[in-house]
């Protein structure tokens, strides 16, 4: 059984930067693809970013390119989401999500591990 744990959410004035970690227990980070997704209040569940199990290839939504970096550390088990210049429009609770398929996927439906979530909130 696979175990996903975020940390890091808190509340952020516009500008600033946060750093959120995901925590993956139960078996070794190495055999998954790691991708975040947020969901706003009334909104549907987001993708934000990807990682390969190599860490040599990432994905972004266009809507945090150049803003969010996701990275990986496969001796800690962690992956993390490095979030700068953030936005209002960054506000919601971020997932963690894991997958040990072949192929790198954008969607929700296709991730089988979730983490519980971690709230960021950014003021204007």
């Known amino acids: 059984q696979v175990s996903l744990v975020e940390s890091g959410g808190r509340f952020v004035q516009a500008g600033g930067s946060l750093r959120l970690t995901c925590v993956l227990s139960?078996?070794?980070?190495?055999?998954?693809?790691m991708a975040w997704f947020r969901q706003a209040p009334g909104k549907e569940r987001q993708f934000v970013a990807v990682?390969?199990?190599?860490?040599?290839?990432?994905y972004y939504a266009n809507s945090v390119k150049g803003r969010f970096t996701i990275s990986r550390d496969n001796v800690k088990n962690t992956v993390y989401l490095q979030m700068n210049n953030l936005k209002p429009e960054d506000t919601a609770v971020y997932y963690c999500?894991?997958?040990?398929?072949?192929?790198?996927?954008?969607?929700?439906?296709?991730?089988?591990?979730w983490g519980q979530g971690t709230q960021v909130t950014v003021s204007s």
């Open positions: 139960g078996r070794t980070l190495r055999t998954y693809n």
């Open positions: 990682i390969v199990r190599s860490g040599e290839t990432t």
């Open positions: 999500a894991a997958d040990d398929g072949p192929l790198v996927h954008v969607r929700s439906s296709e991730y089988s591990s």
